[in-house]
Structures are given as structure tokens and as C-alpha cells.
Nanobody, 122 residues
Framework: QVQLVESGGGLVQAGGSLRLSCAASGRTFSSYTLGWFRQAPGKEREFVAAITWRGGITYYADSVKGRFTISRDNAKNTVYLQMNSLKPEDTAVYYC???????????????WGQGTQVTVSS
């Protein structure tokens, strides 16, 4: 059973930075894609970024491109989301997700973490 555990959320002022971590366990992830999603109050969950475990191919939503960076540490089975130049509209619960494919998509993820809150004050 795949388990994903997020950490690193918190409260930050606009313009600041945070780094989220997602510790993955339960499988060998060499054929997986790991992604980050977020859901703000009253809004639908939206795709943020994704990375293939093998090859490290990345893909970003336009709203975060140039500000956020997704990366992975194979030895630690951990995926990171470095968030810079944060804006109040980035406030949301951020979720880590995994899908058993090396094809990057913005949907059809099989496993989800419990989420971590990110709040950006103006």
C-alpha cells in the first residue's frame, strides 16, 4: 500500500518561501509520477506540479511556473515542492499524489496524502 505523508506547510508573508516535503513509502517508485495539488476554500482541487520518478521530467501549472520547483530525492523516497515569491492566492491545502505511470498528467492519480496547510498573508 502506497503511503504519502506531506510536511512543511505553515504561515508565511507574501513574497516569502516555503518548502513542502512528501515522504513516499510502500512501493518501488521507479515507474511512478509524483504530483502536487492544492485546494483553496470554496474551490476545486487544482494541479500544481508533477515529476517522473525516473528521469525527473517536470511539468507545472501556469500559475506557479517560474516560482515553484518540484524535485525528488530517490535515496530518501521524498518529493519536494520549493515555493518562492508566494502570493496570498497560493493559500490552500497542498496534497501530494502518486500515479503508477511515467506519463505526466494533471489528473488520474491513484494515491493521495492527507494534505498540509499553506497560508500566505498579505
Amino acid at each position: 500500500q502506497v503511503q504519502l505523508v506531506e510536511s512543511g506547510g505553515g504561515l508565511v508573508q507574501a513574497g516569502g518561501s516555503l518548502r513542502l516535503s512528501c515522504a513516499a513509502s510502500g512501493r518501488t517508485f521507479s515507474s511512478y509520477t509524483l504530483g502536487w495539488f492544492r485546494q483553496a476554500p470554496g474551490k476545486e482541487r487544482e494541479f500544481v506540479a508533477a515529476i517522473t520518478w525516473r528521469g525527473g521530467i517536470t511539468y507545472y501549472a501556469d500559475s506557479v511556473k517560474g516560482r515553484f520547483t518540484i524535485s525528488r530525492d530517490n535515496a530518501k523516497n521524498t518529493v519536494y515542492l520549493q515555493m518562492n515569491s508566494l502570493k496570498p492566492e497560493d493559500t490552500a491545502v497542498y496534497y501530494c499524489a502518486a500515479r503508477s505511470s511515467l506519463v505526466i498528467t494533471t489528473m488520474d492519480y491513484d494515491y493521495w496524502g492527507q494534505g498540509t496547510q499553506v497560508t500566505v498573508s498579505s
